[in-house]
């Protein structure tokens, strides 16, 4: 089944303009709403976007936070009910029995299913400011980024996450890195998707770049790797980069900027 078919559309009767109150079942949904539709038109997100380490715009007082249910959505009337690719099903279908109109965004987890998903939800909302700017941004650095992805003259990158996880091939980090102009040391490791690496291997495998995964505000004991003796070099000398945790959950929100931030640091290091 093609991707653009996990899109739930039960013929929009509306112009995307006529909507005027939204709600979302979806995290990463709640804040394209927060961040790109007039607040007026919010009826309801999440209760997860209330908490700050989700949080990337503010939240109206008038916004009901739900649970995922159905019954609490009805009785503030939406016209439009978003849901994401998994979660929130039931309350879904059951809305969309009642006649509530329901639509499903599948997740992207390349930049071309973000693409798509950002024409869809174009297509959804109507012609957003933020959105179509988004969408021609990402186009923009598609274009211009080098198609070759083969590792020769390519300065070395490695993703080093919580527990010392990894990324691989397969994995929207893994495009982001090869689109701004590195190779991906894991992938050529033969690491598909998540992988785990010592500290050993991250020094013997000697990456231009060092990519940390959150930040100190994410800090726990499974982050003290970036701190090491062995990795300090790295620090002092500039050779890292820290992929916003928006990445993993919401990447339509932050990766036109990492893959921009990307290619600056690319060229940094030639320099």
């Not at 894991?186 to 991250?202: C, D, F, K, P, T």
């Not at 928006?246 to 060229?267: D, H, I, S, T």
Request: proline share 5%; glycine share 8%.
């Amino acid at each position: 089944m093609k991707w653009c078919c996990g899109l739930l559309l039960s013929c929009l009767v509306l112009p995307a303009s006529a909507y005027e109150r939204i709600a979302s079942l979806n995290l990463c949904l709640d804040q394209l709403l927060l961040n790109w539709v007039a607040p007026e038109k919010i009826a309801s997100v999440t209760w997860l976007s209330a908490n700050d380490q989700y949080r990337r715009a503010p939240l109206p007082g008038h916004v009901y936070l739900n649970r995922g249910q159905a019954e609490e959505l009805l009785h503030l009337r939406p016209d439009l009910v978003l849901v994401g690719q998994y979660g929130g099903g039931r309350a879904a279908a059951r809305l969309q029995a009642l006649g509530v109109q329901v639509v499903r965004i599948p997740d992207a987890h390349n930049l071309e299913q973000l693409e798509q998903q950002l024409h869809q939800l174009q297509q959804v909302l109507g012609p957003l400011p933020r959105l179509q700017a988004q969408r021609r941004r990402l186009r923009q650095l598609l274009d211009r980024t080098a198609v070759d992805t083969s590792s020769r003259n390519r300065p070395g990158a490695l993703i080093l996450s919580a527990n010392n996880i990894t990324y691989g091939d397969g994995m929207l980090e893994h495009q982001l890195l090869q689109q701004a102009g590195f190779a991906n040391l894991a992938a050529e490791q033969g690491i598909h998707q998540l992988g785990r690496v010592s500290l050993e291997q991250v020094i013997a495998a000697q990456p231009e770049l060092l990519v940390f995964y959150g930040g100190d505000s994410a800090f726990a004991l499974a982050h003290l790797a970036s701190r090491h003796p062995v990795l300090r070099p790295y620090i002092d000398s500039g050779r890292i980069y820290t992929l916003p945790a928006e990445l993993g959950y919401c990447p339509a929100l932050v990766a036109v900027e990492v893959l921009r931030q990307l290619e600056e640091k690319r060229k940094t290091l030639g320099e």
